[in-house]
């Protein structure tokens, strides 16, 4: 046990300078696997198709807390990684790895599709992190100090393709917490991993976007802008409290488990959630928000609405 202090104290170094390094590569040589061109490019077309063919015709081009959310989307994709994530990715995984060798457990992949052709390890691979995140979205919605959080992402009050990455930094960790052992089970490539990634980030930049597409019957399968607005309705059923349409990519899962919900495609729906006009409006508040919300509850007396 002595060692081990100064061992992770080094792999957080690590983690600092490598990634540090990563990023700036990433923005000095552009290339193929570049995340932060990808990023730029598919954020860049969107924008151009909501400007060509907006569903919402009275909304801006730069529509409200466009710049808050495309800060968001660097901050989400690189800067909280380079800030706190990757070092403490690190050490969750080298611990995890250490306690597993402690009972012997040297290989974690169960299900070796290393040899598989490339088509089914992508549709492996997607299917079951889609599904994985399918269920940590219902979660989001029903457990009150995960909702805290998930209310940033609902705090959007006009819709557009920047939306999809506005969260809190906390659900990145709760979702690869999720995501981490069961995807290790599986062996997939990072280049698997690189491609899978590329499509959701497309279709989630859909899903958000100010734009008609509703799909027809593939609407059954694939998420989509007329869907997903119903997710960020302000108001629902009662029995729908909890949230609808929790589908990342894949509405299949909303179908067969029954939240899904688009009774009619209604452009102008109200968005967020009660009481949202008063949510605070700048990066900064809104990543306080949340531990705010949550001492607030802790104080006895407090009750939670119904």
């Not at 919402?56 to 807390?65: I, K, M, S």
């Not at 959310?69 to 990715?89: E, K, P, Q, R, V």
């Amino acid at each position: 046990m002595e060692t081990a202090s100064p061992t992770y104290f080094q792999l957080v170094l690590d983690s600092f300078s490598g990634y540090g390094r990563y990023l700036l590569r990433e923005v000095l040589h552009p290339h193929w696997g570049n995340y932060f061109y990808w990023l730029v490019a598919l954020s860049l077309g969107f924008w151009l198709l909501e400007l060509l063919r907006p569903w919402r015709r009275e909304q801006g081009a730069f529509r409200q807390d466009f710049w808050l959310d495309g800060f968001y989307m660097f901050f989400n994709y690189f800067l909280f990684s380079l800030i706190l994530y990757n070092a403490l990715s690190n050490v969750f995984v080298q611990l995890f790895r250490n306690g597993l060798a402690l009972v012997g457990v040297r290989n974690l992949v169960a299900v070796e599709i290393g040899e598989w052709p490339l088509w089914a390890r992508l549709l492996t691979l997607f299917v079951v992190r889609d599904f994985i995140q399918w269920n940590v979205h219902r979660l989001l919605h029903r457990v009150d100090w995960l909702w805290a959080f998930h209310q940033v992402h609902h705090s959007v009050e006009e819709m557009g393709f920047a939306a999809h990455l506005r969260y809190h930094p906390v659900e990145t960790v709760v979702y690869r917490l999720f995501e981490y052992l069961p995807l290790a089970l599986i062996g997939f490539g990072l280049t698997d991993f690189f491609l899978v990634h590329l499509f959701t980030l497309t279709v989630g930049h859909f899903n958000h976007a100010n734009l008609y597409a509703p799909l027809g019957p593939l609407k059954y399968v694939f998420n989509n802008p007329q869907t997903h607005l119903w997710h960020h309705a302000q108001e629902l059923p009662r029995a729908r409290r909890h949230g609808v349409n929790f589908a990342l990519t894949l509405t299949v899962w909303d179908y067969l488990f029954r939240t899904a919900y688009v009774p009619n495609e209604q452009a102008d729906l109200p968005l967020g959630f009660a009481g949202v006009e008063h949510y605070p409006a700048t990066f900064a508040a809104q990543q306080l928000a949340p531990f705010t919300e949550l001492a607030r509850a802790s104080r006895p007396g407090h009750s939670a609405p119904p």
